[in-house]
């Protein structure tokens, strides 16, 4: 069955940096993309990019470029996100998600990083 | 960007009895492919989005058929013909067609 597992909480202060990993496992990660989306605390849910890891092209979002580099080991099938020069406004639960087929949503999602920056 | 909107942004339903969800979207989500990128997702208490319903009315799989999605252009609404304890939440709707792939704000539903 697919899967997609996440690393576990950060806690880090403004303007350091984090690097989220996420395993897949259960399908041929070469064969689909990953995306990922953030949920700051009671909020919704907010994309953030996505790579392909096929080839590792990546497509961010625009509020986030410059900010966050998206990359993925292919040999352990594992996507990551990270993000630099953390604000208090990126503490939130990061989730990754396998980009289905159609390259147009997100069919299997990890269980979610809570990332929180606090000084 | 594409702005999705819901209503209502929550509900409290009887068990056994009918919800329904309606999205919005600013923009048409039919492409020239003939597909129409709408998507349902439900976001269970403290766990990660799932997905329900795809390109407005495919359910994914294990995705049981008391959930139905319906709507074309920009008007869209998720039914849940009788509702069970297990299907409280909040829902999101989100569109694909457009580049950044925006969601709706949630409806929560939860059991009277």
């Known amino acids: 069955q697919v899967q997609l597992v996440q690393s576990g909480a950060e806690v880090k202060k403004p303007g350091a940096s984090v690097k989220v990993s996420c395993k897949a496992s259960g399908y041929t990660f070469t064969s689909y993309g990953i995306s990922w989306v953030r949920q700051a605390p009671g909020q919704g849910l907010e994309w953030m990019g996505w790579i392909s890891a096929y080839n590792g092209n990546t497509n961010y979002a625009q509020k986030l470029q410059g900010r966050v580099t998206m990359t993925t080991d292919t040999s352990t099938s594992t996507a990551y996100m990270e993000l630099r020069s953390l604000r208090s406004d990126d503490t939130a639960v990061y989730y990754c998600?396998?980009?289905?087929?159609?390259?147009?949503?997100?069919?299997?999602w990890g269980q979610g990083t809570l990332v929180t920056v606090s000084s | 960007d594409i702005v999705m909107t819901q209503t209502p942004l929550s509900l409290s339903v009887t068990p056994g009895q009918p919800a329904s969800i309606s999205c919005k979207s600013s923009q048409s989500l039919l492409h020239s492919d003939g597909k129409t990128y709408l998507y349902w997702y439900l976001q269970k208490p403290g766990q990660s989005p799932q997905l329900l319903i795809y390109e407005v009315s495919s359910r994914f799989s294990g995705v049981p058929d008391r959930f139905s999605g319906s709507g074309s252009g920009t008007d869209f609404t998720l039914k849940i013909s009788r509702v069970e304890a297990e299907d409280v939440g909040v829902y999101y709707c989100m569109q694909g067609i457009h580049l950044p792939p925006t969601f709706g704000p949630g409806t929560k539903v939860d059991i009277k």
């Open positions: 998600a396998r980009v289905t087929w159609t390259g147009r949503s997100f069919d299997y």
